[in-house]
């Protein structure tokens, strides 16, 4: 006696969770993508063929007219007098002992002004990296 099965088993594969994981995913990378913007100051910096690794959370900005800004993490640069800026970065620092401080100068700004930041992160034990950015070319000099 024969019996026939009445549920015949299905070789298609259904997609449509598929899509739906890509989709979420595309929609985090997307806002995500929207909410970081590291250096909102537009600034000139010098060229390197070396980058570094270090993922800083403090970071300076020397403006070409010579004017300081500081950022956290993702918040936006504000402005700050010179002498402002050690006890700032302290502070800071209190809050993440292992931070890095991002140091972004214009191409144009004098090495004493780079150097007496250095010299405040020196003095306090900072982790200091100075922003550049790559060189366009291997061609130009």
Not at 29 to 38: E, I, K, Q, Y
Not at 96 to 106: F, H, I, K, N, R
């Amino acid at each position: 006696m024969a019996l026939k099965r009445r549920n015949k088993p299905d070789a298609s594969f259904n997609m449509s969770s598929m899509t739906d994981f890509v989709f979420q995913i595309l929609v985090f990378f997307m806002l995500t993508s929207a909410v970081v913007h590291p250096n909102a100051i537009k600034v000139n910096l010098p060229q390197s063929n070396t980058q570094t690794k270090a993922k800083p959370l403090a970071r300076v900005v020397i403006d070409k007219d010579l004017n300081y800004y500081v950022g956290f993490g993702s918040d936006k640069e504000q402005p700050i007098p010179f002498e402002q800026l050690e006890s700032w970065l302290q502070n800071e620092a209190v809050k993440e002992p292992d931070m890095y401080v991002a140091l972004y100068g214009e191409t144009t700004v004098p090495l004493g002004e780079v150097v007496k930041v250095l010299s405040i992160a020196n003095a306090n034990k900072f982790k200091l990296v100075i922003a550049t950015q790559p060189l366009e070319s291997a061609g130009k000099k």
